[in-house]
């Protein structure tokens, strides 16, 4: 069998007998993929820095009749920052316990890849609000992944909405629905003017560009729509608000 030589991620790893551990990993176009780093623990180990939460690199992989195992890895980034201000390691965190739950063995995954290297190096290395950073995270999963969220008509009846009307956010249709169609249907989570304003300047232009601020961030809804949609309940999600 020949070898994949593919960028990864470490989402998840497991101890695994007395030397080894068991790693899951994000790739750009295998999706997620187990494999074992064996000798990994034992000291002076070259697979040593593979087998850390976050190490980012090149792993060339044997592709055996059953699981995948680290031939060799040449690390890129390990994120060490993280792991000195608890507050964006906890968000971190949950960004890699998303994409295990949503991350599909085999599928491509090349976008969602990139997405969670470039926001793991903004809540790592840039003066952004971590809980900014997710929200915007989040949002472009859900972009990426088909759940885009519809923020100018109401989901319901389909007119546009004014700049000052109330609103509120479907879950189960994507997007927003008028005060007039608010009664049954499922429940609707109110959002404010300002959160629906930092929700388009972040798609439009990106979390770095946005000027607005980061309290605007409507996190609590982000979480729960792609929750939703994807079915996944990451266990370290509930802690963020
Ligand atoms: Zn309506």
Redesign the pocket.
């Known amino acids: 069998m020949a070898n994949l030589t593919t960028q990864g991620i470490v989402l998840r790893h497991a101890d695994y007998r007395e030397k080894d551990r068991m790693l899951t990993l994000l790739t750009p176009f295998s999706g997620r993929v187990d494999a074992l780093a064996r000798g990994c623990r034992k000291p002076g180990s070259p697979l040593m820095s593979c087998a850390e939460l976050f190490a980012y690199g090149e792993y060339v992989l044997y592709q055996g009749k059953g699981r995948a195992g680290v031939v060799s890895f040449s690390l890129i980034d390990s994120f060490y920052p993280l792991r000195e201000d608890y507050d964006r390691l906890r968000y971190a965190s949950y960004m890699l316990q998303l994409l295990e739950a949503q991350a599909i063995p085999g599928d491509r995954a090349d976008k969602l890849f990139q997405l969670l290297i470039r926001s793991l190096k903004r809540l790592c290395y840039l003066p952004l609000e971590p809980r900014a950073v997710t929200a915007a995270f989040l949002l472009m999963d859900a972009a990426l992944s088909g759940y885009r969220p519809r923020l100018s008509h109401?989901v319901?009846?389909g007119?546009r909405l004014g700049e000052d009307e109330a609103r509120l956010f479907d879950a189960e249709e994507g997007g927003l629905?008028?005060a007039?169609?608010a009664s049954g249907g499922a429940p609707l989570m109110p959002l404010n003017s300002r959160e629906l304003l930092w929700m388009k300047d972040v798609l439009q232009t990106g979390i770095e560009k946005t000027a607005l601020p980061p309290a605007d961030a409507p996190l609590p809804l982000l979480r729960k729509y792609l929750e939703g949609r994807l079915e996944v309940s990451p266990p370290s999600g509930k802690g963020l608000l």
């Open positions: 109401c319901r009846c007119r629905c008028c007039a169609c």
